[in-house]
């Protein structure tokens, strides 16, 4: 049996304002904008291949998730494009695209209101590594003055603020692989709380360089399988050697209910909880009997007032690492009891890859669409049952299913967790 769920007993001394998705922007592996990357993962495709931007040569791993054919001349001006990093070149192209979604628009009456919380795990490393080796070939004066403004972590929030005149909260999180997640979390939280009616959130990387692979690698991290690139995601599947380092951004919308309703937005779900937890255990890895994880579930169904057995889908965080997969299959088995063999699990990084501080965000994403569209995207590569994993992870091909509630799943390294509870929208 699971274990009894708790609940807030009493009400709370202030009335939550409920909080509403309207648009929702993607950049991925798989795809430029929304519809591209729904699409893809519907049909089951990788995103996955060899890595092109340097030479790989004497790297062990030679394979990630890169973002193709994207131009940042269609959001951004060429004459500020050498101004920005990879990351934050991503956070602007999808929060134009969920921005455009939701049909917002930002006035002089209404930009205070909105806000921005966009986050990433590393920030502008490819810019550090450039600028380094410019530093030791020629010196300082060589040195970019947009090196530090176009690096810094915050400075994805600072320019989409700055792109659409949003003077609301201006907000970064870095949490690793949580970061997009906790993002979105505190929007919501800011929006219930009545300090914004619109937020703008999500989470955002660009870090496919050679010391981000170089040193994931050296953690033995990631895969291996070169030879195979579109296999070598497998969450959850026996034969599964590390997660695949990825890129992009996922954004959302956030909108108070009658904000949103006033203005005749269409509203995709409902945001009605969010959970955090610590692991308190390792830099790296989850304890091993996934306390943290467990906690974090409990957590954001407990903000939102509802019982497990609520809950008809899963986004996992889903790693394809030998230990994430097996220690998340653990925890929702100790919190979901019996029901966690009738809910549906998949793992979106099957097609993307592990996209690191921009997971939280494009994982959301897509736990909205499933929503909207009562579609489940697959788990691509499960071929080889793992004993440890032996859930219904929706292998392989997607699945028309009822999607009332749905969760999201991110950990990172730190033992930070977090995870949000989206409802299918009722009046």
């Known amino acids: 049996m699971a274990e009894q769920t708790l609940f807030f007993k009493g009400k709370p001394a202030l009335?939550?304002?409920?909080?509403?998705?309207t648009g929702v922007g993607i950049v991925s592996p798989v795809g430029i904008g929304t519809q591209e990357t729904w699409d893809a993962m519907c049909q089951a495709k990788s995103g996955i291949g060899k890595i092109t931007y340097f030479d790989t040569t004497d790297f062990p791993v030679q394979i990630a998730g890169e973002v193709k054919n994207f131009d940042p001349l269609?959001?951004?001006?060429?004459?500020?494009?050498?101004?920005?990093?990879?990351?934050?070149?991503?956070?602007?192209g999808a929060s134009t695209f969920a921005i455009d979604d939701a049909q917002l628009k930002i006035t002089a009456q209404n930009a205070?209101?909105?806000?921005?919380?966009?986050?990433?795990?590393?920030?502008?490393?490819?810019?550090?590594?450039?600028?380094?080796?410019?530093?030791?070939?020629?010196?300082?004066?060589k040195?970019?003055?947009f090196f530090i403004p176009g690096l810094i972590v915050n400075m994805a929030s600072g320019q989409v603020s700055i792109k659409i005149g949003a003077q609301g909260p201006n907000i970064a999180t870095?949490?690793?692989?949580?970061?997009?997640?906790?993002?979105?979390?505190?929007?919501?939280?800011?929006?219930?709380?009545?300090?914004?009616?619109?937020?703008?959130?999500?989470?955002?990387?660009?870090?496919?360089?050679?010391?981000?692979?170089?040193?994931?690698?050296?953690?033995?991290?990631?895969?291996?399988?070169?030879?195979?690139?579109?296999?070598a995601s497998r969450p959850f599947d026996l034969k599964r050697d590390g997660f695949v380092v990825g890129e992009g951004a996922g954004i959302l919308v956030l909108e108070e209910l009658?904000?949103?309703?006033?203005?005749?937005?269409?509203?995709?779900?409902?945001?009605v909880g969010y959970g955090m937890s610590s692991d308190a255990y390792h830099?790296?890895?989850?304890?091993?009997?996934?306390?943290?994880?467990y906690r974090v579930m409990r957590n954001a169904m407990m903000d939102g007032g509802f019982d497990s057995s609520c809950i008809d889908y899963i986004n996992a965080h889903g790693t394809s690492t030998p230990y994430n997969d097996r220690i998340e299959t653990l925890a929702i088995k100790r919190l979901f009891g019996d029901h966690a063999r009738t809910l549906a699990i998949s793992s979106t990084k099957s097609m993307i890859g592990h996209l690191l501080g921009a997971s939280g965000g494009v994982e959301a994403a897509v736990t909205v669409l499933a929503?909207?569209?009562?579609?489940?995207?697959?788990?691509?590569?499960?071929?080889?049952?793992?004993?440890?994993?032996?859930?219904?992870?929706?292998?392989?091909?997607?699945?028309?299913?009822?999607?009332?509630?749905?969760?999201?799943?991110?950990?990172?390294?730190?033992?930070?967790?977090?995870?949000l509870t989206f409802k299918k929208f009722e009046e």
């Open 15 to 21: 009335e939550k304002r409920r909080v509403v998705v």
């Open 74 to 92: 269609v959001f951004i001006d060429k004459k500020d494009i050498k101004k920005m990093d990879y990351f934050i070149r991503f956070a602007i």
């Open 112 to 141: 205070e209101r909105v806000g921005v919380a966009i986050g990433s795990g590393i920030g502008g490393l490819p810019s550090i590594e450039r600028q380094h080796s410019l530093f030791l070939e020629k010196g300082p004066k």
């Open 143 to 145: 040195i970019s003055p």
């Open 174 to 231: 870095c949490t690793a692989c949580s970061t997009g997640t906790h993002a979105i979390g505190d929007s919501y939280r800011i929006i219930a709380r009545g300090e914004a009616d619109v937020m703008i959130s999500g989470g955002t990387e660009g870090e496919i360089t050679p010391l981000a692979v170089g040193g994931f690698a050296a953690m033995k991290a990631i895969s291996t399988r070169n030879d195979e690139p579109e296999k």
């Open 258 to 271: 009658h904000h949103a309703l006033d203005r005749g937005a269409e509203i995709y779900a409902e945001l």
């Open 283 to 293: 830099i790296s890895a989850p304890p091993p009997d996934g306390d943290g994880a």
């Open 371 to 419: 929503i909207k569209h009562q579609i489940i995207p697959p788990t691509i590569n499960y071929e080889y049952p793992d004993p440890d994993c032996d859930l219904d992870y929706v292998p392989n091909v997607c699945r028309p299913a009822r999607i009332n509630f749905a969760l999201s799943n991110s950990f990172g390294f730190g033992g930070t967790n977090a995870s």
